[in-house]
């Protein structure tokens, strides 16, 4: 049986108050691992870890904007102040369907200080530590969108896209070390994010699926505390968790 190591260990999740985020979070904390729950959103954070962990033994929610980097080295610093981080899953988005021709600077901007530079800034902190400690173990939420284009999809794909490539280098950068970068990325997941797309458009695009429905935040959270795990020998790599979306 795989041990997860995740026992007694420290996870850091950004984007942690709903959804997959929040499947993460109860995933990790099935495990018998710390939590760190990081979210913009205050209430929500607070409330999905008072039904977890009532006591606040083993979850403490930590509240930053990613789009800001000196509140995001402050959360940081809070986190690392409670417990050393062993995992980090980065897994705050901003989702944003637009086109070419319709995205604002603005919005194109946005959504990279969230999906790709809060990445990068956090993860350069996290792995400096756990580069000194000789472990760890980072994973970042990609989507099916960074691997295939889409017309509505122009700055969330695009992100998605430099989301994995850079993990191949922070993973080419961290492999000496014992630290090791993977990501997963998957299609369209059962959120309520998801649920509220009309009804015929949910259906038109759960028909695409191969397997004939989509995921849900489990099924992709179970992956990512896999590519946790103190045993494993794979980095540098992205699991597709789409149902047969796209098949290599």
Known sequence: MLDTGLDGRTVLITGS??????????????????????????AANRALVERLDPAGERIRPVRADLRDPAALAAAYDDVRAWRPVDVLINNAARPLARTLWEITPEEW???????????????????????????????????VAGQTPRPTGAAYGTSKAGLIALTRVFAAELAPYGVTV???????????????????????????????????????????????????????ATYDVNGGVLMR
């Open 17 to 42: 108050a709903q959804g997959l985020g929040a499947a993460l979070v109860r995933a990790c904390h099935a495990e018998g691992a710390h939590v760190a729950a990081l979210d913009v959103d205050e």
């Open 109 to 143: 901007d946005d959504v990279f200080a969230v999906n790709l530079r809060a990445v990068f800034l956090l993860t350069r902190a996290v792995g400096a530590d756990m580069r000194e400690r000789g472990f760890g173990r980072i994973v970042n939420m990609a989507s």
């Open 182 to 236: 993977n990501a997963v990325a998957p299609a369209m997941i059962d959120t309520p994010m998801v649920r509220s797309i009309d009804p015929e458009a949910l259906a038109e695009l759960t028909a695409q699926v191969p397997m004939g429905r989509i995921a849900t935040p489990e099924e992709v959270a179970r992956v990512a505390v896999f590519l946790a795990s103190r045993e494993t020998f794979v980095t540098g």
